[in-house]
């Protein structure tokens, strides 16, 4: 028989109640997260600094194989400095979070085709294989 009390239960309210508090919390620490209006937070900067690197890194191993993803990384990167030095650091930053992620799926592609390319040439060896065995 089950000796535990019917009461004992309520840990899915409790979890539900502790999120609910640490939500409201994260909400209302956001604004004094927040930097001044007009002046770079360190967030954009370092998302400036992620993104440049994220496409010089790419732009090495993608730029013969994926170019016109490396153009798309290359280009959201330049509109990302220029925002910045507009001052629309919002902007900058998710210009610089694209570049990132563009720089990113330009080496994703570069890589696809090089193994794609691999396979290639050891489907080729190995027909290459079948027809020497094959001969008599």
């Not at 690197?53 to 959201?76: F, G, L, T, W």
């Amino acid at each position: 028989m089950n000796d535990t009390p019917m009461n004992t239960r309520p840990l899915p309210q409790a979890a539900a109640l502790l999120s609910l508090g640490l939500l409201a919390s994260v909400v209302m620490l956001l604004p004094a997260c927040a930097s001044s209006y007009g002046e770079p937070s360190a967030p954009t900067t370092a998302q400036m600094a992620v993104g440049k690197a994220a496409v010089d890194r790419a732009d090495a191993a993608a730029v013969a194989d994926a170019p016109m993803e490396m153009a798309a990384a290359r280009q959201k990167l330049a509109q990302a400095q220029t925002a910045f030095t507009n001052k629309d650091f919002a902007l900058a930053r998710q210009l610089a979070e694209q570049a990132e992620a563009d720089a990113g799926f330009a080496e994703s592609q570069a890589r696809s085709l090089r193994s794609t390319r691999a396979l290639a040439e050891v489907r080729e060896g190995l027909r290459q294989l079948r027809i020497e065995a094959a001969r008599p």
